[in-house]
């Protein structure tokens, strides 16, 4: 595609549910970024990856946040037992090789509501 | 851990000034660091990189400076325009080590909310 696509770009649920957000790279790129932003805030790194395989997972809040990216695509980010702590804009981002060196692109954003 | 920060957390210009947005950042072990622009409700878009060995980097009116053994970073915007107004973010990735710490992630500072006025 001609950017990063993330979807959906709103998500209000409601405490305790389950939501998956999903991040489309552009085409061709192998590293993978998830980053979640605080009103206020800059983002803050949550997982990297590199090709099918998460490379870096340590900014993972807890374990109620997992994701994947079966075939070195797409990924999806998904939050159990949502918390009203979560509420953030959850950003993507995708680069040609791998971190180094190689211009990261961001998508714009999922803005996820927690009631 | 790093820490990034950036000074002034707003500021208001009229159009036409030079100004400058500061980082600063604590671990001086950094592979490179990066400036960003954020538009209201959109995705980051990377403006300028610098590797840990250079000095500057420049592009069009914009202009960063790394001074990595005091942890510093400055943006320079030469002769601004309503159309920069934006928050700026500044980001540090640091030399991937043993202790966990890979090139993948970013540390990102706060911010500066930047409006140019007519």
């Known amino acids: 595609g001609a950017g990063v696509s993330q979807t959906p770009s709103n998500k209000v649920t409601e405490k305790g549910k389950y939501v998956e957000l999903r991040c489309d790279p552009i085409?061709?790129?192998?590293?993978l970024y998830w980053y979640r932003q605080s009103l206020g805030q800059g983002p803050e790194f949550l997982i990297y990856?590199?090709?099918?395989?998460?490379?870096?997972d340590s900014g993972l809040p807890n374990d109620r946040f997992f994701a994947v990216r079966p075939e070195g695509s797409v990924s999806t980010l998904k939050i159990q037992r949502t918390e009203r702590g979560d509420s953030a804009v959850y950003l993507c981002?995708?680069?040609?090789?791998?971190?180094?060196?190689?211009?990261?692109?961001f998508g714009q954003g999922t803005r996820l509501t927690v009631v | 851990k790093q820490e990034v920060t950036q000074i002034p957390a707003a500021l208001s210009v009229p159009e036409g000034e030079n100004l400058v947005l500061n980082c600063s950042f604590t671990d001086s072990a950094i592979y490179n660091l990066q400036w960003f622009r954020q538009d209201p409700g959109k995705g980051l878009t990377s403006l300028l990189l610098i590797q840990s060995s250079q000095r500057e980097q420049t592009s069009g009116r914009l202009n960063a400076s790394l001074d990595k053994s005091s942890g510093r970073s400055t943006l320079y915007i030469a002769a601004s325009q309503p159309g920069d107004s934006a928050t700026y973010l500044c980001a540090v990735r640091l030399i991937a080590n043993a202790g966990g710490t890979s090139y993948g992630k970013l540390t990102f500072g706060q911010g500066t909310i930047l409006t140019v006025h007519p």
């Open positions: 981002a995708s680069s040609l090789v791998g971190p180094l060196n190689t211009e990261a692109f």
């Open positions: 085409s061709g790129h192998t590293a």
């Open positions: 990856f590199q090709g099918t395989g998460a490379a870096d």
